[in-house]
């Protein structure tokens, strides 16, 4: 569809302009704006209203393309339910932006362009950023909050035991079937390939503690794989603790290779990342776009996993199923996408393309 078609004009095809203001308008919400970042759906009204004034122009009688009449009173279904899907997001309280897949390529080419330490926080950050948008990670599930940076300092459950991932809760199966602890998989023989991986998650805000769920190798070359990166975790870990420590948390690093005392990965440095990121991939400004930027936060993590997987189709089930949700609360963090508004012109496409079908 072309807004030079004449399809947009009187006595043609009111409908596919109608339907092309619907997808303009969620087109808008994605954020592509003139200045490439969403704006209010008040804008987005004025942006259409201008639009269908102008199309109102052409023909012999004039018409509002807003509405599926020229009678009628209320506008078109197609074009109020992109605006109140906007509208929804909008006020969502406390809403956070995702960490987007885009973003975790930017933090990788950093860390592949300035080549830090194995241990530093960069390359820590890198590894657990791309389990966690498989794993939809909670911060207390992974990290600590900022007052619990140092190593004894670490959140404890209920039982006084950590609340994050450790070294005992992750095995993993080698590519004949074996399974083994990490511990035993950080003793395997060189050139031992481990397809599968184990997570135990010792304490969930659902309350299903202890649940385990399973992470399977990437075989895409280069794709995002969470089997690599949880591989690189324990690895880091043992270099900095011990293959023998199975009660402190895994989200380690080292300031410096000579650095005698590592520290845990807190809420601040997670945020301070993702913020340089988005500003970076973003083109945020870190003064003028600072009330935006700070929507980027360890929760981020989570609401991208979720929305990338209904984006891509998943259900409703397979959704709460895969990040241990046992309500619907997830649907708090959906909202629209690029990929789903690309899905939206491939199914009006297939649809203006039928005889009679509208």
Known sequence: MNWTDDYTLENKRPRRALLQLALYAQHLGEGNSLLCRNIQ????????????????????????????????????????????????????????????PEMLTELKENVRDTNPHPDSLMATLADWFECGLFAGFRLSEWAQEASASRMENFQLDVHGDAKALCLGDVRFASSTGARVSAADALAAPPGTQFDKCWITFRTQKNGENGEEKLFTRNTNSGGMCFVSAMLRIVRRFARIRSAQDLATPLALYKGSPTCDAPSFVTSVQIEKMMRSLASKVYSLHPVKDKAKLQRWSSHSLRVAACMILHALGFTETQIKFLLRWRSNAFMMYLRNSAILANFQNEVLDRAMAMPNFL
């Not at 004039?62 to 009449?69: A, M, N, V």
């Not at 197609?78 to 987007?100: C, G, I, M, Q």
Request: without cysteine.
């Open 41 to 100: 759906v008040a804008t987005i009204k004025k942006y259409v209203q201008a639009i269908a004034s102008f199309l109102a122009l052409f023909g012999q009688h004039s018409r509002d393309y807003r509405k599926t009449l020229a009678t009628d009173t209320h506008f078109a279904p197609e074009l109020t339910s992109v605006y109140a899907e906007l509208d929804r997001w909008e006020k969502v309280p406390n809403r956070r932006e995702p960490f987007t």
